[in-house]
């Protein structure tokens, strides 16, 4: 079973897994509770549940369950440290794992941040099958990432290690970033921060008026392109990995705006080297690659075979 | 016995490893040739004789030899790839280790990136001892660095990772680097790009005229010290790192133009978690630290002991 915690909802599968392929066989989702642990630990059993109706099995299938939750957590003892992003968790250090494991009343649960849920999922079963080192990155509300280097999950000494989004690649200290600095990334190329820099609720306007010809929404999209082409520069000469997986909802959507920038960056900006061995695909595992990610995770860590991530 | 191979200078010592202490007994210097491949492999073969007579030691007393030189490299087979930084390298593909091996008659010889064995050389015995993730960083005539995670150097998938100078940190196109693009640490923050920038031979003058009052020089160095903490930012949030080590002549002169900008930047634009599990410390090893590193890394890679960066 994989869980997919997200700020504003919760999106549940059961998964067959054969190999590395993950079947999802019935799936559930509904909005974050925004009370607090207890009531997201309450919300997740009952999406559970639906879950399991919909894939016509029983608690007793399910081999283990893996949740992919906004960091900072620690994967190891499946606590969710202090996170902005889902409310009534700011002052918390909640063993979500072991308390979601108690709900369900059978599998044992093993938890992990999105982003690495997403490159565990695009390395077993994705667009980053079979390299040994890549990077994944998400370009959606905000912007994330994983770093996976010679076959292992970079975790850094407190398990931090990945967020990519918070590079800073511009020096204006007026592009201000939810983390706090300012020049991130996510500060430029976010959706939220371009609805935002626009006054829209929602990236899509922003490009669709920029495709109308609105000289600001242009600037707005030149400026988050430009800072995603640093990013990939960067990357690829500090990590040089094989494949820069990209997903989130922006990069779906506005491949040209966000892929394609990225690839002629590389091309024209990177060492040539590690430019040549660099490829930036789009996710392959889509809006489920955390579910899926956190499915094989599961299976992995209750098996024994997720040293390479742990 | 450690070589250093630069673009200007070949240095040379006989070490005592006992442990990961090096003790070095003997050493020699001179300019490195400027007429190609061979001529280079004659001068380290000419280092050598003069390091071990300097040691009062015999060419059979070596039990390996390991060689710090620029990148491309591959460290596996000891062939230096086409380089523009020692004259007459940059068509070659020349096997360095196998050709010094041959002229010294004795000793195995092992090639690695300079910053590689820098990082080798600290982790063993400077300033990350101890320390499974760590970044090492030389601020010297360009910028350039190694990546240490969960106690494996990274390489990437063609053994070029590490190039954290050329990280694009701003957006001006105007700032070219001599990597052909723009905007990178290199090219804000380095020794050579201040002292061109500013129209004079060296970086020292230019600090030493900010230091009497010249606007100008004030500011480039405001903009090298605001590349750099860009780069410290982004490398605590993408790495979590435990230490930055950081070595090279401008950090070394101007600790306080290079290291104090980082460690402030990290302390109030960086996220909180990482931020207090890095340190950033100066090079223990200072201008040896290739030499020490290059040593203890054949020592390690003769006996089977350097898995961990290999």
């Given at each position: 079973?994989?869980?997919?915690?997200?700020?504003?909802?919760?999106?549940?599968?059961?998964?067959?897994?054969?190999?590395?392929?993950?079947?999802?066989?019935?799936?559930?989702?509904?909005?974050?509770?925004?009370?607090?642990?207890?009531?997201?630990?309450?919300?997740?059993?009952?999406?559970?549940?639906?879950?399991?109706?919909?894939?016509?099995?029983?608690?007793?299938?399910?081999?283990?369950?893996?949740?992919?939750?906004?960091?900072?957590?620690?994967?190891?003892?499946?606590?969710?440290?202090?996170?902005?992003?889902?409310?009534?968790?700011?002052?918390?250090?909640?063993?979500?794992?072991?308390?979601?494991?108690?709900?369900?009343?059978?599998?044992?649960?093993?938890?992990?941040?999105?982003?690495?849920?997403?490159?565990?999922?695009?390395?077993?079963?994705?667009?980053?099958?079979?390299?040994?080192?890549?990077?994944?990155?998400?370009?959606?509300?905000?912007?994330?990432?994983?770093?996976?280097?010679?076959?292992?999950?970079?975790?850094?000494?407190?398990?931090?290690?990945?967020?990519?989004?918070?590079?800073?690649?511009?020096?204006?200290?007026?592009?201000?970033?939810?983390?706090?600095?300012?020049?991130?990334?996510?500060?430029?190329?976010?959706?939220?921060?371009?609805?935002?820099?626009?006054?829209?609720?929602?990236?899509?306007?922003?490009?669709?008026?920029?495709?109308?010809?609105?000289?600001?929404?242009?600037?707005?999209?030149?400026?988050?392109?430009?800072?995603?082409?640093?990013?990939?520069?960067?990357?690829?000469?500090?990590?040089?990995?094989?494949?820069?997986?990209?997903?989130?909802?922006?990069?779906?959507?506005e491949p040209t705006h966000v892929l394609d920038p990225m690839r002629r960056a590389i091309a024209e900006r990177a060492f040539k080297v590690p430019a040549a061995a660099c490829s930036v695909v789009p996710s392959a595992l889509g809006a489920d690659v955390s579910i899926i990610g956190a499915a094989l995770a599961a299976r992995d860590r209750a098996t024994g075979a997720g040293g390479w991530f742990l």
């Amino acid at each position: 079973m994989g869980f997919d915690l997200g700020g504003t909802n919760i999106r549940t599968a059961v998964a067959r897994v054969d190999g590395d392929n993950a079947t999802l066989l019935g799936r559930d989702a509904r909005p974050t509770p925004q009370a607090g642990p207890e009531a997201v630990v309450a919300a997740l059993v009952s999406s559970a549940d639906a879950a399991i109706v919909a894939a016509k099995v029983r608690i007793s299938d399910i081999a283990a369950a893996g949740c992919s939750a906004p960091g900072p957590l620690d994967h190891m003892t499946g606590v969710i440290l202090t996170t902005q992003n889902i409310a009534g968790f700011a002052n918390a250090s909640f063993p979500l794992a072991a308390r979601l494991a108690a709900g369900l009343g059978g599998p044992r649960v093993y938890l992990d941040r999105d982003t690495v849920m997403a490159a565990i999922g695009e390395g077993l079963a994705g667009a980053a099958r079979g390299a040994r080192s890549f990077v994944y990155l998400t370009v959606s509300t905000g912007v994330g990432g994983a770093i996976v280097a010679d076959g292992r999950m970079v975790r850094g000494v407190s398990n931090t290690a990945g967020e990519l989004g918070h590079f800073p690649v511009g020096f204006d200290r007026d592009v201000r970033c939810r983390c706090g600095s300012f020049g991130c990334v996510e500060a430029y190329a976010a959706g939220r921060n371009l609805a935002e820099a626009y006054g829209v609720g929602d990236a899509s306007i922003v490009y669709a008026k920029a495709a109308a010809g609105d000289a600001r929404a242009a600037e707005l999209i030149a400026r988050a392109e430009a800072a995603l082409a640093s990013l990939a520069v960067g990357i690829v000469n500090a990590l040089n990995p094989e494949r820069i997986v990209v997903g989130g909802s922006v990069a779906e959507h506005e491949p040209t705006h966000v892929l394609d920038p990225m690839r002629r960056a590389i091309a024209e900006r990177a060492f040539k080297v590690p430019a040549a061995a660099c490829s930036v695909v789009p996710s392959a595992l889509g809006a489920d690659v955390s579910i899926i990610g956190a499915a094989l995770a599961a299976r992995d860590r209750a098996t024994g075979a997720g040293g390479w991530f742990l």
